[in-house]
């Protein structure tokens, strides 16, 4: 199982960003997508879930309105657009999987795989 998060970058507050995790090894479908973010000296925390159907997702209160997650099963991809962003939105993004079908959680346990992160920094 590999999932592979990119996007990160630098932006100025009120910017915008896309996120993309790539997913392989496991059946797409059947998986549970969730984008979780760590800041400097804080605990990792769940941003958005996607299950199978992104009508059900999840999203901390954080970020509702601002985020959108979405899901691509051509590519085999989660998408995380962030929008209106803040300088506390600041932090390492991680994807992570979970088999299931029709459920999410912003819960780190519930999770069973990890990709590596991708910085976000807004910033003027």
């Known amino acids: 199982v590999q999932l592979q998060a990119s996007g990160g970058g630098l932006v100025q507050p009120g910017g915008s960003l896309r996120l993309s995790c790539a997913a392989s090894?496991?059946?797409?479908?059947?998986?549970?997508i969730g984008w979780f973010r760590q800041a400097p000296g804080k605990e990792r925390e769940g941003v958005a879930c996607?299950?199978?159907?992104?009508?059900?997702?999840l999203y901390a209160d954080s970020v509702k309105g601002r985020f959108t997650i979405s899901r691509d099963k051509s590519k085999k991809s989660v998408y995380l657009q962030m929008n209106t962003l803040k300088p506390e939105d600041t932090a390492i993004y991680y994807c992570?999987?979970?088999?299931?079908?029709?459920?999410?959680?912003?819960?780190?346990?519930?999770?069973?795989?990890w990709g590596q992160g991708t910085q976000v920094t807004v910033s003027s």
């Open positions: 090894g496991f059946t797409f479908d059947y998986n549970a």
């Open positions: 996607a299950p199978n159907s992104v009508a059900n997702a």
């Open positions: 992570a999987a979970h088999q299931t079908f029709g459920s999410c959680s912003l819960r780190r346990e519930w999770f069973d795989y």
